[in-house]
């Protein structure tokens, strides 16, 4: 005692004695005052018995497969029964092995903390956080504070945790931890990162799988497995140690888990990437609209990107990772062919005029004009080279670039547009809007309007029949001068080597693309009447009164053309294609349903069975016999393709009984054509994407129901109607009186 009081006497150590009290006060009185909310709203015990995080929106295919999310971070919830015990231990052992035992607080790691870093100032000293204590913090972030910011957010935690365990069983503390642990590429939750980088759901992990997830959360960039791999692997044999050493697992396991790769199988749910990125940017539009007139039960709106909708829509993931590997195999020697064929006059290199028109409509140059700079002061400013990431089909680069040398880069690449259809409904099952999201946001799909050439021919042909045409009415292939359309004198690709004495019936005039006699027929069916059977075939565009019509000059949407050919396999009606059949909220309520919108038919049965025969045989010997002779496909397909002038566009439309799809290929800048009708030519730009498409199709028995599908059996009438020769030669009186080339007046303009 007497020891006691003369140390009490010792001014130094009554200072140090005064310093420790007061610092105790101080941190009790700053406890008290965070419980009390002088730093910030604390939740109550009923706010946290309703945590609702925000979730992502899902977008599945028709099968409930993930194709894709809309996110501000991207979350999926899991319940603990979807979490494998080797995950749970693999965290319980690596970041907090007494969690079964403490009440959100473990004494001894924040003792520790409180020397060390408080005291001490050692910032190694780590966190000495429970798993609660993360999801406190997960749940409501920290803040910055002038002073002891540190000290402040811990202790907040801290009643938070405490707060949490009383209310919640350790199970679902462990639930509502996985669900919202900050993962590396800004990915939130177990389900989301399994997804993400192993493509499985949580619930298949395997216990190295885990063990490198959970092993990240030590430091979501060091240890991220795409971009760090061997700190991956290091990491995750740590997890995986620490579970031989609580228990939980063999050292022999654990040494078979150890050597074995990181098996990564990424993929990334980014907007602008993964699978069907423009179908993605088109159902985000459209249900921007649905939710727009949507309200939640309690009255307030919908947010799409953290209310974790769940979007089912119509689209095939298997069928379109198909048509996207078939368009890039296509695309990417196709460019190499187009770059090929202009050589050193490649208009993206030297024609100036082009170059200038398209300068002058980026956004920079538009810029710095209406900041008042001279002409010569806006081409030095885009003449400033800078690392620029640019596309490339053989991979993306880095090049030092200016904004005209990207112009002139971007001006080359030829573009697509794929879409393909359930001709019964109007599902979407594929659907591309051009090569690359990333660089190219433009869709070719939903946006783009193109002149869609000799497509358009078809529709022509199917108004002459259903007005009483029969099949076998013969047309000459010699060119006619329309005397009252500025002398146009609409010829065939053929040019000179064709015989002008050479009629065809209409089978073999649409089969083989003829223009001269696509002409004779919209002049003796009347524009009128081609325009009104457009119309009720569900081209819902004003379409020009003029003769070029029947060349296909009137600018159609892809997806307007694609539901308007899916009538000849669907009862003579068309269809108007759709992505979303329902959404629902995270709990599964239905908040909105769509169902196919109905048409009435546009022609009559024999009119769809006789343009049906037609069209197979510009598969099978016109046009677009390639498909047969070059590819091999011997399924029932029938037809169209399509070029239009100076080989600007190239379609093709494929009609199968189960499936229709149209394929664009062409330059954004209309005034770049392929230089070689050869190359730019439908069958030859366009086909083959749908060629290697339906090769894929054809191998996998999954789409068996697709690909060995039959059209119907045509009436004895239809098979009798189009029973005669294909071509027939003018008699010799008729070939010595009349001129291979005549002029008349076009009256298929008239009412």
Known sequence: MALLKSLFRNKWVKLALVGFISILVFFIGLYISIYLGAFGKMPTSAELSFIKQEEATQVLDQEGKLIGKYYVYDRQPLHFEDLPKHLIDALVNTEDVRFFEHDGIDNVSLMRVFVKSIL?????????????????????????????????????????????????????ILTMYFNTVPFPDNTYGIESASRK??????????????????????????????LHPERSVDRRNVVLNQMVKYGNMPQDTAAFYADKPLGLDYKSFNHDVGVAPYFRAQVKKELAVILDSIKKPNGESYDLYRDGLIVHTTLDMGMQKMAEEAMKEHLIALQSSFERSYGNVAPWQKNKQLIDAALKRTPQYKLYKEAGLTEAQIIDSLSIKQDTELFQWEGDTIKKTSVIDSLQHYLKFLNTGMLSVEPKTGAIRSYIGGIDYRYFKYDHVSQSERQ????????????????????CTYFSLAEVTYSNFNNWTPSNSGGENEDPYINYNLEMALSNSVNTIAVKVLNEVGIPKVLEQA???????????????ALGVAEINLKELTGAYASYVNDSKPVTPYAITKVTDRNGRIIAEFKPEL??????????????????STVNKGTASR?????????????????????????????????VTVTW??????????????????????????????????????????????????????????DCNEEKRDGFLKRIFSSKKKQRKFKGNKE
């Open 120 to 172: 001490l100032q050692d910032k190694s000293a780590g966190g000495g956080s429970t798993i609660t204590l993360q999801l406190a913090k997960n749940l409501y972030g920290r803040n910055n504070y002038r002073f002891f910011s540190m000290v402040i957010n811990k202790f907040r935690e801290s009643i938070i945790a405490k707060r949490i365990e009383t209310i919640y069983s350790k199970h679902e």
């Open 599 to 616: 048409a009435e038919p546009a022609f009559k049965d024999y009119t769809r069975q006789v343009m049906l025969e037609i069209m197979q």
């Open 535 to 549: 119309k009720r075939i569900g081209i819902k565009k004003e379409l020009p009164n003029l003769p070029s019509i």
């Open 665 to 722: 290929v062409g330059n954004d800048n209309q005034a770049i054509g392929f230089r070689t009708t050869g190359l730019g030519q439908g069958a030859n730009s366009a086909l083959p994407i749908f060629a290697r498409f339906y090769s894929k199709l054809n191998k996998d028995s999954k789409y068996d129901g697709i690909t060995k599908s039959r059209f119907e059996t045509p009436t004895d009438q239809v098979v009798s109607d189009l």
């Open 197 to 226: 980088f192993f493509n499985k759901p949580a619930f298949e992990l395997s216990i190295d799988e885990a063990a490198a997830l959970v092993g990240s959360l030590k430091a979501n960039n060091y240890y991220n497995p795409r």
């Open 627 to 659: 498909l047969r002779s070059t590819y091999g496909l011997n399924n029932d397909i029938a037809g169209k393709t399509g070029t239009t002038q100076d080989n600007k566009d190239g379609w093709f439309v494929g009609i199968t009984p189960k499936l």
């Open 452 to 471: 869609v050439g000799s497509t358009f021919k078809p529709f022509v042909y199917t108004a002459a029949i259903e007005n009483g045409m029969k099949p």
